[in-house]
C-alpha cells in the first residue's frame, strides 16, 4: 500500500486539492 502512495503522490495530491476545494468528502492523510 505505502509503494502505491508514493507511486501516486502527485496524483494524490491533486486528488486531495480537488477534494479539499470541493469539501464535500473528508481527506485521508496518511
Known amino acids: 500500500m505505502i509503494e502505491l502512495l508514493r507511486t501516486n503522490d502527485l ?11 470541493d469539501g464535500g468528502i473528508e481527506p485521508i492523510v496518511l
Open 11 to 21: 496524483v494524490k495530491l491533486s486528488f486531495l486539492d480537488a477534494v479539499l476545494r
